[in-house]
C-alpha cells in the first residue's frame, strides 16, 4: 500500500507492516472525524433553522433584483436588518411563550400543593374517624 512518505518519516522505528496499518488506522480516523464534522455541522444547521434565513435571505433578494426602483441591489445591510428584525420577533415569541408556560406551570404547582394538602386533610380525618371507633 503507498502511504505519505512524510507519515513514514513521523515514525522512523515502526516496520513497514507497521507503518502501512497505522496509516490505515490513520485515514479511518481521518474520514470518520471528517463525517463527524460533516453531522455535527448539518445538526448545527438544523437547530440554528439556517435553511429558513437563507431562504429569507434569498426571497429578499428576489424581491429586490425584480424591483425596478430599489436603488442599491446590492445593499446587504437592508438585508441584515431584516433578518435581525425577524429573529428579534422569533426571540419575543419564544420569551412570550415561556412566560406563559412558566405561569401555566405556576398554576400547576399551586393546584398539586392544594391537592396535597386536601390529601393529607383527608388522611388525617380518616385517622381520627378510625381512631374514634376503636
Known amino acids: 500500500m503507498l502511504y505519505n512518505l512524510e507519515f513514514s518519516k513521523a515514525f522512523p522505528r515502526f ?74 420577533n422569533e426571540i419575543q415569541n419564544l420569551t412570550t411563550m415561556l412566560e406563559k408556560l412558566e405561569a401555566q406551570n405556576e398554576l400547576l404547582r399551586s393546584r398539586v400543593g392544594l391537592l396535597q394538602k386536601e390529601t393529607q386533610t383527608s388522611s388525617n380525618a380518616l385517622q381520627k374517624i378510625q381512631m374514634k371507633k376503636r
Open 15 to 88: 516496520s513497514q507492516t507497521e507503518k502501512e496499518r497505522l496509516h490505515r488506522l490513520y485515514i479511518q480516523v481521518i474520514v470518520s472525524l471528517h463525517q463527524n464534522i460533516e453531522d455535527e455541522f448539518e445538526v448545527l444547521c438544523q437547530e440554528t433553522k439556517v435553511g429558513n434565513i437563507l431562504d429569507t435571505v434569498e426571497e429578499l433578494v428576489e424581491e429586490q433584483t425584480l424591483d425596478p426602483i430599489y436603488p442599491d441591489k446590492t445593499n446587504f445591510k437592508d438585508v441584515a436588518q431584516v433578518l435581525s428584525t425577524l429573529k428579534k
